[in-house]
């Protein structure tokens, strides 16, 4: 009889609807009910546990959870040793310093000797530690930007994504502590299910970052193209009946497209069709 497999997921915030996403891609049958706390996979044996995103590394490794979806940032705020399996790939952000506009700080080295509030407190402590500089670091939750405001601190350290909202608050970065984005994390307690499971996953991962690229084109000109699109070994060439054209398949990085559809219009391709691709095993 087969061991279940538990996974922990984001029950909210950020990560949770992408996670969601992610594992009905991969092939998991589930519902994910707004208040349900463990969810049993329909067509596998998986439990998925779905619980707070920052006590995810510590469910991992005290062996609640086999497989955890949680944040770079929040690994390194638990200290845990666990193995990161997968980046997923979203819920991309740094764990970032930032002062009032008006501060005269503009570096990390700057901060010896004053007050930092942050959610991340030991993440901050290790990396000012590690630099030998020598902070206060001011334990917070919620609402970190408004402690420079409130004569808390003379600085912050906090999630960014796009620094809206530290603008919005008169606040400006000056350095990053941490880069983080949604990781898959395991205690090392892996088995043939969870490796499984894994490979599921990081074929969707892997595909969301190709397309599968097909076009026609003159003989002539099947080697200009090859070398544009090599493909995961090689393209496929297939020879079109007529015998002056054929059929060139390649499978490429979703970020070059947007150079390779005029190059390879150039170099004489036709019917140029860019899909998706929902699962990939390189």
Known sequence: MSETVRLAVPNKGRLKGPSVELLQAAGLNFEAGERALSVRVANADIDLL??????????????????????????????????????????????????PNASELSKADDFAGKRIATAHPGVTSRYFSDRGIDVTVVPLRGSVEV?????????????VSTGSTLRVNGLREVGTLLESQAILVSGGRGNGAVDRIATAIGSVVAARRKRYLLLNAPNESVETISDLIPGLSAPT??????????????????????????????????????LPIEQLIP
């Open 147 to 159: 402690a420079t405001k409130l004569g808390v601190a003379d600085g912050i350290v906090d999630l």
């Open 50 to 99: 779905f619980v707070r995103t920052e006590d995810i590394p510590e469910l991992v490794s005290d062996g609640v959870a086999d497989l955890g979806i949680t944040g770079v940032d929040l690994l390194a705020e638990s200290g845990g040793d666990l193995d990161v399996l997968l980046e997923l790939g979203y819920g991309r952000c740094r764990l970032a310093a930032a002062v």
């Open 237 to 274: 060439v297939m020879p079109l009946a007529g015998g002056e054209m054929c059929a060139i398949h390649s499978v490429v990085d979703a970020d070059d497209v947007w150079h390779l559809l005029p190059r390879l219009e150039e170099a004489g391709g036709r019917g140029i069709l860019v």
